[in-house]
């Protein structure tokens, strides 16, 4: 299995992860936000990379997704227990990628995962990115009172998140009737 430049970036993001609790565990939240900021731009560049180098790998299509979930999982986590972001939000953000999973693994066991191409909506990626921003715009003023800004971030947030689960599910229950029809 080849390792690339984009997949070492992709490595790095998740071995950045830790780091960026451990800073937002000790109250460090510029070292925080500048260690998420790092984790954000490599997410851009090993993609640019990849596609622009045809640098593409089976191992960097898991990666990638991982380092992702990593990072915003483990911010949004944190974040709620210590009670700078809601926890309804971080409740929605996780459960989102816990039904992502429990999808897969359903189209793994039906042997329907083959058959179709699985890659990021545009929604799923307008929900990545929302996420990312959310976090960013909260380590900028970590403070006890949420400015109306980023209220409504949080239920911009969420409600691409729902939307993007929800569109997760069709493209799921779509598969596995095609994949029904076809037996």
């Known amino acids: 299995m080849p390792i690339n430049i984009p997949n070492i970036i992709s490595i790095i993001r998740i071995l950045l992860t830790p780091v960026f609790v451990i800073c937002l565990?000790?109250?460090?939240?510029?070292?925080?936000?500048?260690?998420?900021?790092?984790?954000?731009?490599?997410d851009a560049l090993d993609g640019l990379i990849a596609r622009?180098?045809?640098?593409?790998?089976?191992?960097?299509?898991?990666?990638d997704p991982i380092a992702d979930?990593?990072?915003?999982?483990?911010a949004f986590v944190s974040l709620a227990v210590l009670k700078i972001v809601p926890g309804w939000l971080t409740v929605i953000v996780i459960s989102r990628d816990i039904i992502i999973v429990i999808g897969y693994a359903v189209l793994e066991i039906t042997g329907?995962?083959?058959?179709?191409?699985?890659?990021?909506?545009?929604?799923?990626?307008?929900?990545?990115?929302?996420?990312?921003?959310?976090?960013?715009?909260?380590l900028l003023n970590p403070g006890i009172s949420t400015p109306l800004a980023i209220k409504r971030l949080y239920w911009v947030t969420a409600g691409l998140t729902i939307a993007s689960g929800l569109h997760?599910?069709?493209?799921?229950m779509k598969s596995l009737h095609h994949a029904a029809d076809d037996k």
Not at 52 to 63: D, E, I, K, S, W
Not at 69 to 74: A, Q, T
């Open 168 to 172: 997760y599910i069709y493209i799921g």
């Open 69 to 74: 979930k990593i990072l915003l999982m483990s």
């Open 112 to 138: 329907t995962r083959d058959k179709i191409e699985i890659k990021p909506s545009l929604v799923s990626k307008c929900t990545t990115f929302a996420q990312l921003l959310t976090i960013f715009f909260v």
């Open 25 to 42: 565990m000790r109250g460090l939240f510029f070292p925080a936000l500048l260690v998420f900021a790092v984790a954000g731009i490599s």
């Open 52 to 63: 622009c180098f045809n640098q593409r790998t089976v191992l960097g299509a898991y990666l």
